[in-house]
């Protein structure tokens, strides 16, 4: 849990740090997104981004409300 920041997120397989760890880094491990995620116990749904990237994100789709454009479409 230390490993994911403020700005940074550290990856547990290389030590490097990123602002968000990829599909093609996990690749380069062998290893697929919730592959990862079980491996070291994160939730199914935790975003591997740094905390304001996934702050960040996690406004931006509030503001979009896509939500209620699919109840208008249905």
Request: aromatic share 6%; hydrophobic share 35%; charged share 40%.
């Amino acid at each position: 849990k230390k490993a994911i920041k403020e700005a940074s997120i550290v990856c547990l397989e290389c030590g490097k740090s990123f602002k968000v760890i990829t599909k093609k880094h996990l690749a380069s491990h062998g290893l697929t997104a919730e592959e990862y995620r079980a491996k070291y116990g994160y939730k199914k749904t935790q975003a591997l981004a740094c905390k304001s990237l996934a702050r960040e994100r996690r406004a931006k789709m509030k503001d979009m409300k896509l939500w209620e454009r699919r109840k208008k479409a249905d």
